[in-house]
């Protein structure tokens, strides 16, 4: 595995490993890798000649300079967790992603306003600099992204189809702890005492799954809320019943064909979301 | 040469040609092609292994509907002119670089907000939005663009620097009617009589380089506003002397290591813009 830090190496080592084997397979993280990465990456070099990863923390995804900061780093652990798997490791500076501040402004109507967006505001502009940057870098034939950032993901598919990008996005299931807490690099942030009541999320998504027999998706997103206010750990930003394409809010299941339910919890001052299919 | 409509196999395309040999140079236009465009393919091809060529009338980067309208079209004529030139002609519809109307803003401060900047809002985010998709499609080693064009050479250097892109951008001089008439697809545009008078912008332009010795560069900005207001052809929109690097405005010819000429005048309902390098 090739470890690369700037931009115009990285071409030059892609154009020359894509002479001999065209397929290539990308996936971008923040690193801080976990289970749930390496799933991604694993599933990448299955389905590829070519696999590259990139580290990169985005600054202009985060709302908070606290938050930022905050984020976990731990490159010799990625280092050595994806070098069995990966053909080019990309790790850029700040500086070698952004010679300026980047100006550039993208916009995904409601794909972005609704949940993170209203919580996050400028999130997903961040998120599709990067991306948008890291694609046109690496040009890859499939680009691989977890389920738990499931909006993230609606985003990133409206992305590559308005610039009629060449490339297929593969989502990958959520790889979660044995007590059922979604992987996540702020995971590692929580307190012992929060991480023993973190499960509470994907047990109160399991259990409103189950009620799709007697309650329309209005009452199950009123039903999460209400297990989530009741819990004194918990804070909730949003609990939502959402159209898995359009991400547009559903009151009744004849409104979608899929429907997924997204929840956005505080949980000792960390954030965490986390998804379950519904419909 | 090989004339491709879609971006997929634009991309395939150039993946197969650059195989063998891997230097590409790009020539982006918006057909209605002339000597000027020839000079830049013609030099194009004396420098690189590959050219590609793109005629696509960019509609966001229009202000009018009018304008986009009226804007010359010659494709048939086009393609006869530069087929022993290029490589790949690439004549994409609107629908295939915006399957979604552009939604990307970008943003360059000065160099947007002056001169052309100011007559024409959002002008210099369409040359942007158009061009930073040309770029990441056909990934060029050398992109040639004419200096008729000052404002938008700056803002296209400034974007490659912005996104840390391995481009070389390489400006011509601007090629030039018998009577020192910049060429431009829109002279077609012009009425005969009309014709007969427009070379009175590059004769002003000449003069005003000869004055630097008696004038500073306020005065001689000054002097060409005159011109132009006391001939009853032309209406000015403006004549500034900038710095050719930043496009601040200079009155002294110590503010700037390189200074131009820039004007942007109406005849006859057409709009005409050209300069000259005064320092």
Redesign the interface.
């Known amino acids: 595995m090739k470890i690369i830090h700037t ?2 190496s990285l ?1 030059e080592e892609i ?1 020359k490993l ?2 001999q084997s ?1 397929q290539t397979g990308f996936v971008p993280t923040m690193g801080a890798l976990h289970n749930g990465h390496l799933q991604l990456i694993k599933t990448a070099r299955e389905e590829n000649d070519i696999v590259v990863c990139s580290i990169f923390v985005n600054p202009v995804q985060f709302n908070s300079a606290l938050d930022l900061e905050h984020y976990p780093r731990n490159p010799e652990n990625d280092i050595a967790l994806v070098k069995n798997y990966c053909d080019i490791l990309f790790m850029p500076s700040v500086a ?5 501040p ?7 109507g409601l794909l972005e306003a609704t949940m993170e967006g209203q919580y996050r505001p400028g999130h997903f502009n961040g998120v599709a600099i990067v991306v948008k ?1 890291l694609f ?1 870098l690496v ?1 890859p034939d499939i680009a691989y992204f977890g389920r738990k950032d499931f909006q993230q993901l609606a985003i990133i598919k ?1 992305l590559v ?6 490339i297929t996005i593969r989502s990958i299931d959520t790889v979660r702890e044995d007590d059922g807490l979604a992987m996540s690099s702020r995971n590692r942030l929580l307190s012992p005492q929060a991480r023993s009541v973190a499960s509470f999320i994907w047990q109160t998504l399991c259990k409103a799954q189950l009620l799709k027999k007697e309650k329309n998706p209005r009452e199950i997103s009123h039903w999460i809320q209400e297990q989530f206010n009741g819990h004194k750990s918990f804070s909730l930003e949003y609990a939502q019943l959402v159209n898995a394409e359009t991400l547009e809010e559903v009151n009744e299941y004849n409104q979608a064909e899929n429907i997924v339910a997204c929840v956005a919890v505080w949980l000792d001052k960390v954030r965490l979301i986390d998804n379950i299919m519904i419909k």
């Open positions: 931009c115009h071409i154009n894509r002479e065209p070698e992603m952004y010679p300026r980047p100006q550039e402004e993208y916009h995904f940057r046109d040009q409206q189809h308005d610039y009629n990008m060449k």
